[in-house]
């Protein structure tokens, strides 16, 4: 043993070396997303649903408005997956429909949110001052009137259907977003980094593109999927109380509304929608609760 | 070292910063501060939190609008008759280091496009030539190739504290401003830290304000120190004399504050006890901003403000009291 | 003096999506009865991680795998979260680093001294609450008890919040008070009030303090005996005396010579250099050997025992081994 008891050189290298694996900061969210076995089981059911609603109703021999008086309330069997409605309609190709528009209704939140939303904080955040405060007072007027009154007024004016809804979300839809990335590029407006770019006398729209954008992907994304699910909702309640989508096109929610009157000698025409309108912001949650303790840079230590 | 007949690097003449709080309240953050940099020479800044000393540093270098006074950059005006692209020029002779190690660097940003970030934003050097340059700098600061690629959050303290100097050394400026560059590390790398910033000082010829308050690393690298108290300069004049000879009262105090790494000496030391804590800054006395705590206070401090006199040749404080 | 608290092989691990941060590799020290003890250590040494297993307040994803933490001879890491309660803030208090976030902005101080006293107390009555909580006001220095009694936490200045801590923590006379850097985020003259402070209280209430801290001046001002942590592992402990004089492994001499002395004027510090490793994957060696000056062979290859140098000075280094006597200049 007493050789080992000589001097050695140590490389300065060594002194220096990173042991922890080069990894980006959204690989490293992807990493921690994965140990997340409810957010990975959401993703991947929601991926199905969305599949099945694309592909289902093309590949079913029923369309989602053929009527067939003799099949009428039949229950699930082979040849009708879900079973048949009032007027003898596949309940699985309107099933999927529903899911088409329900989803449409996501996407078009969650474009509204990353355009409008992302665009409206971070301008208002940028330019402060007088600016600021009257955009700032401008979402408060747009919070303080009822959702509920603003759809109805519009029912009023427009032909009941899904651009209906559209534009009733787009009028409220993205001001969270807006309110968060606001408060995202104020708190990172005087974060050091920020500071040192201006003393290197970085440009303001490069220090928007490389420093204060990427810094808020990940708010953005965590907020785009908590919107999603509640804009799902509107369009499905609205749909329940009959002022969304008009027969014979079907949403979930119009199907669950059907569902509902013959619940008692029916139950199966209200139990696949409703299960799927559940599964998809049940799924939406949780993927975005993932994401939010993945991609939270607090989290990160 | 520093010669009268030199002229000064930079003059800051009664500058003044005001930050507005609240319902007609104004924090006077930093007021009326006048000194000279030398070229080559580093000016130690310190004083307790809330004192000013980081608004000083972030208005001289631009960062904040000065509320009144002048900023002069080798006999140029620079803070109100710099046209835009002038300020864009004079970027890269000043630049400024941080305090804090982790919100310094984008998180997002690889440590290769962080350091060349100055680069970037004047067009020098681009493709292989960046890459070169980059590596260069990594490698005055101690690191290496193996570091480019890598993300902040990755590194420790001191190496992203690294990564900083090396980030403002890429535009070649002359004079860098350090803001409490070591305050967030540990004690083992606040000394690498400082032997770069003074091996980096010796071959590039730089000029620093290094701000802080741990004055034991201030009095090490600083030729001159200031010392600062609620926004004001108390007394101001090179290292050995602060520490030998310190006039005003709250350098004295603050001095015997430090605690000293040796339990002979500190144990059988008798300390200058200061009484309370600071007063509320934006609600502030007429007279010498000290006199609350100070235990030579009269009735002449309580009403007229002490001007910065030179006491000695070089030495100067703001205090009735000091001769 | 007798022993109070014995902890020994300690060890803790901490759970990252990474994988296993060994936070604590095996330590072993105690404290006397009226003893400062000092532990000193950079961040990431595993310093607050061994106090905050004796208070039982490790992180959910942290776990004591292996060791004892006997207070008076019972095992506290053998004790559930609820026999802690009753341990935390009466036996042991803990002080934190930042004052403003260790009370609670919407209580009035007086009331948060006596929210203590509620806790453990039961046998006080209101009136004697409040007298108590008023004579522990005035001990930690802060005049007017009275009116300071009703003053919210954010109508106090910084150092008078960290008496307040202070004065909370000591509310049921524990036996053992922890300060995790009670001063770090204080100013220098504000410090030295409170180092004052803590030690006048030691001798008044006899209590036995340890203190987490990475300023040596800190160390040289109130510690009776320090331990110096690396890498999750303690490299040396001693009384102070020995360990500012006679300084035996090399941490600890690299720490004590990067501190500016009047003479280092115009040279270069000594640094330590490098960065401490990763407790990811520990070193199978010595944790220091990557930033040694005089690493051996068998640095890299083994893990130094704990040896003992004079008296109770011990330190992990191989050099204190006898083979190595011809390299140890």
């Keep these: 043993m007493d050789e080992l008891f000589v001097r050695v050189h140590v490389d300065e290298s060594e002194k220096e070396h990173i042991a922890h694996p080069n990894l980006t900061a959204f690989q490293e969210g992807w990493l921690r997303l994965k140990k997340n076995k409810a957010a990975v089981a959401s993703l991947f059911t929601l991926i199905a649903i969305g599949l099945l609603a694309l592909l289902a109703p093309v590949f079913s021999a029923y369309s989602y408005k053929e009527t067939n008086y003799d099949i009428i309330y039949q229950v699930p069997s082979i040849t009708h997956l879900f079973g048949t409605d009032q007027f003898g309609r ?24 990353l355009t409008v939303g992302v665009v409206y904080g971070a301008v208002s955040a940028l330019i402060g001052g007088k600016v600021d405060a009257v955009m700032q007072r401008f979402i408060e007027i747009l919070v303080g009137i009822p959702h509920l009154i603003i759809v109805i007024l519009l029912m009023m004016i427009m032909p009941a259907g899904i651009w209906t809804i559209v534009v009733a979300l787009s009028i409220t839809g993205w001001v969270n977003m807006a309110r968060l990335v606001r408060a995202e590029i104020l708190k990172l407006k005087n974060q050091e980094f920020v500071l040192a770019a201006r003393v290197l006398g970085t440009s303001t729209s490069m220090i928007i593109w490389k420093h204060l954008i990427p810094n808020t992907v990940g708010v953005i994304v965590i907020n785009a999927m908590f919107t999603i699910p509640s804009a799902i909702f509107t369009e499905a309640f609205l749909s329940f109380i009959g002022i969304g989508m008009q027969e014979p096109k079907a949403s979930l929610g119009v199907l669950i509304n059907n569902g509902y009157q013959v619940l008692r000698n029916f139950p199966h025409v209200l139990i696949f929608p409703a299960i799927v309108i559940v599964l998809i912001m049940v799924c939406f949650s949780i993927l975005g609760d993932g994401l939010r303790d993945a991609l939270d840079p607090r989290m990160r230590k | ?25 104004t924090l006077k953050a930093v007021r009326d501060i006048s000194l000279n940099l030398y070229k080559g020479e580093t000016l130690g800044l310190v004083g307790e939190s809330g004192c000013g000393k980081s608004t000083f540093g972030r208005t001289v270098i631009q960062l904040y609008e000065p509320t009144e006074g002048t900023i002069i950059y080798e006999g140029r005006e620079i803070n109100n008759s710099l046209s835009k692209a002038e300020r864009h020029e004079f970027t890269r ?191 502030l006395s007429e007279g010498c901003l000290f006199a609350g705590r100070c235990p030579y206070a009269e009735d002449l401090c309580r009403k007229n403000t002490p001007e910065m006199k030179e006491v000695r040749p070089g030495h100067f404080a703001a205090c009735h009291k000091a001769k | 003096m007798s022993r109070l608290l014995e902890v020994n092989q300690l060890r803790v691990q901490i759970e990252t999506q990474h994988g296993t941060v060994q936070a604590v590799r095996g330590i072993s020290f105690h404290l006397d009865e009226q003893e400062t003890l000092a532990i000193v250590g950079e961040s990431g040494s595993g310093k607050s991680i061994s106090v905050k297993s004796i208070m039982g307040l490790l992180p959910k994803n942290g776990k004591i795998v292996e060791g004892s933490i006997l207070l008076e001879g019972k095992d506290l890491a053998k004790y559930s979260e609820r026999q802690m309660q009753s341990v935390r803030g009466s036996d042991i208090s803990m002080i934190f680093q930042d004052p403003m976030t260790s009370l609670n902005p919407t209580m009035i101080i007086g009331k948060q001294i006596v929210e203590v006293l509620k806790e453990h107390r039961r046998d006080m009555t209101k009136a004697q609450m409040k007298e108590r909580a008023l004579e522990l006001i005035s001990l930690v220095g802060i005049s007017n008890p009275e009116a300071r009694f009703d003053q919210y936490p954010h109508q106090l200045s910084g150092g008078m919040r960290q008496r307040v801590v202070i004065a909370v923590a000591l509310a049921c006379d524990p036996r053992i008070l922890i300060a995790d850097e009670p001063t770090t985020a204080l100013d220098v003259t504000i410090q030295a009030q409170i180092l004052d402070l803590m030690r006048d209280l030691q001798k008044k209430i006899k209590t036995s303090i340890i203190i987490i801290t990475h300023n040596l001046g800190v160390v040289a001002n109130i510690a009776d005996r320090v331990a110096v942590m690396y890498g999750g592992q303690l490299v040396e402990t001693a009384d102070v005396r020995d360990l500012f004089y006679e300084t035996a492994h090399p941490y600890t001499k690299g720490l004590l010579a990067s501190i500016p002395k009047a003479s280092d004027k115009g040279s270069d510090l000594t640094a330590i250099p490098g960065t401490p490793p990763d407790l990811m994957e520990p070193p199978k060696g010595c944790p220091f050997a990557a930033r040694c000056t005089k690493t051996m062979e068998v640095c890299r290859q083994y893990p130094p025992k704990d040896m003992l140098c004079r008296g109770t000075h011990r330190a992990r280094c191989w050099l204190l081994d006898e083979r190595a006597k011809a390299l140890r200049e």
């Design chain 1, 90 to 113: 596949d309940l699985w190709v309107r099933t999927w429909m529903g899911t088409r528009i329900s989803l449409l209704i996501a996407f078009v939140a969650a474009f509204l949110d």
């Design chain 2, 1 to 25: 070292m520093m010669s009268a007949e030199k002229k000064p690097l930079l003059e800051v003449k009664h500058l003044k910063k005001y930050f507005p709080v609240g319902k007609n309240q």
């Design chain 2, 93 to 283: 002779k000043m630049q400024m280091i941080f305090q804090d190690p982790y919100a310094s660097l984008n998180p997002r940003m690889k440590v290769m496009d962080i350091i060349a970030e100055g680069m970037d934003a004047h067009g020098v050097y681009k493709g292989q030539e960046r890459k070169k340059k980059v590596i260069e700098l990594l490698e005055t600061v101690g690191l290496s190739e193996e570091h480019a690629n890598r993300f902040p959050h990755e590194f420790s303290g001191g190496q992203r504290q690294r990564v900083g100097i090396a980030r403002a050394l890429a535009v070649d400026p002359e004079f860098i401003i350090c803001d409490e560059p070591i305050s967030a590390l540990d004690v083992s790398i606040q000394a690498q830290v400082i032997n770069l910033l003074k091996e980096l000082q010796k071959k590039r010829d730089l000029t620093y304000l290094f701000i802080a308050h741990d004055l034991s690393m201030v009095k090490h690298i600083s030729d001159r120190i200031g010392v600062m108290y609620l926004g004001s300069m108390v007394e101001l004049t090179d290292s050995e004399t602060l520490f030998d000879d310190p006039v005003h009262p709250y350098t004295q105090a603050l001095l015997s504050a430090i605690p000293i790494p040796d339990p002979d000496v500190e144990k059988s030391r008798n300390r200058i006890m200061l009484e309370g804590s600071l007063p509320d800054p934006i609600r």
